[in-house]
């Protein structure tokens, strides 16, 4: 089955653009059967959707972020990426990726997870 | 979307069941059969333990069973082991293509 492994800046300045890469191996990103998504988690907190990109092109967020949040991907690196705008400290999280399958609706594979800190 | 709401925590002694509800809305837990639940220990990423409200992925043990009654779901563990002891999280899908996670619920295991 595929692994997942999340990579990006661990610190990022307030009012600036968090981004991260998913890098999936053992699989492809074209895969009908599958969607792809972030997640995150603040220190200490819970887990919080932050969207989720369907191999049809069609990409929801979370209606909280939906604003400041872009998740796009690319095809032929099987990577998919994050883009959360105008961070605040609030924003500081470790961040997730995973995979969706669509029979069961569930997020069946995620990666280790990449701590997002920020910070001036 | 608000998030779904699970005890702080709960505890049991080895051998013993425990169960932790999720309570939702007609718009999440109550409307679908999409319920997941996920174990999470320190400083891991979490794992699927049930999806679509009552099935196991493979691999996972079947003392984790899943149940759903209106608008509230349950995750039952039965035969504890002091390994189950973790961070335990619903997920519904809500309205559309949204997903909502629960609180999150610390099991102790005695």
């Known amino acids: 089955q595929p692994h997942l492994q999340e990579s990006g800046p661990g610190l990022v300045k307030p009012s600036e653009t968090l981004s991260l890469t998913c890098i999936v191996s053992g699989g492809s990103l074209r895969i009908s059967n599958f969607r792809w998504a972030w997640i995150r988690q603040s220190p200490g907190g819970g887990l919080e959707w932050i969207g989720t990109f369907y191999y049809s092109d069609n990409t929801y967020y979370n209606p909280s972020l939906k604003s400041r949040v872009t998740i796009s991907v690319d095809t032929p690196k099987s990577q998919f990426s994050l883009k959360l705008s105008s961070v605040t400290a609030a924003d500081t999280a470790v961040y997730f990726c995973?995979?969706?399958?669509?029979?069961?609706?569930?997020?069946?594979?995620w990666g280790q997870g990449r701590l997002v800190s920020v910070s001036s | 979307q608000s998030a779904l709401t699970q005890p702080a925590s709960v505890s049991g002694s080895p051998g013993q069941s425990i169960t932790i509800s999720c309570t939702g809305f007609?718009?999440?837990?109550?409307?679908?059969?999409?319920v997941s639940w996920y174990q999470q220990h320190p400083g891991k990423a979490p794992q699927l333990m049930i999806y679509?409200?009552?099935k196991r992925p493979s691999g996972v043990s079947n003392r984790f069973s899943g149940s759903k009654s209106d608008d509230t779901a349950s995750l039952t563990i039965s035969g504890l082991q002091p390994e189950d002891e973790a961070d335990y999280y619903c997920c519904s899908h809500s309205g559309g293509n949204n997903w909502v996670f629960g609180g999150g619920t610390k099991l102790t295991v005695l």
């Open positions: 679509g409200g009552n």
């Open positions: 007609r718009s999440d837990v109550g409307n679908y059969n999409f």
């Open positions: 995973a995979r969706q399958p669509n029979i069961f609706d569930a997020f069946d594979i």
